[in-house]
């Protein structure tokens, strides 16, 4: 008999870079292991072609995600929420997992600044995932 494997919600107010990129990584490393959502507070239309880029660059695609909004369904059904500066507007439910990573956003910045951001979201990740599946 397996264990349900664990669901895991990223959420950053705009569900177009950060938020994305760390669902783009966990995706990538945790195969099917892990169920990955993702979400927004207030989404936008598509995801930061910037964050693509440099996704791209480390062989994740992340050009066919859509922004979505965050619902509460969403956070009942995680294990594992995983907030990027959206501070208040996460609903909070007892017995669940939460961590907020202090992440620069990545809206309106150049490559360079991007892919710092996306480096520390990728070492986040990996962390998070060890601790998910000992």
């Not at 760390?22 to 507070?41: I, K, N, Q, Y």
């Amino acid at each position: 008999m397996s264990a349900k494997k664990p669901t895991v919600l990223f959420v950053c107010v705009h569900n177009a870079g950060r938020s994305q990129m760390a669902a783009g990584f966990m995706r990538e490393l945790a195969g099917d292991t892990v169920e990955v959502l993702s979400a927004g507070s207030e989404p936008k239309e598509g995801i930061n072609p910037v964050a693509v880029a440099v996704m791209l660059e480390v062989g994740i695609d992340i050009s066919n995600q859509q922004p979505k909004i965050l619902t509460t369904e969403a956070v009942i059904d995680a294990d594992a929420v995983i907030t990027m500066g959206c501070g208040d507007a996460c609903p909070i439910f007892p017995g669940k997992r939460y961590e907020d990573w202090v992440l620069e956003d990545p809206a309106g910045q150049d490559i360079e600044f991007v892919r710092r951001v996306r480096d520390e979201i990728r070492v986040r990740v990996e962390n998070l995932l060890k601790e998910l599946l000992p």
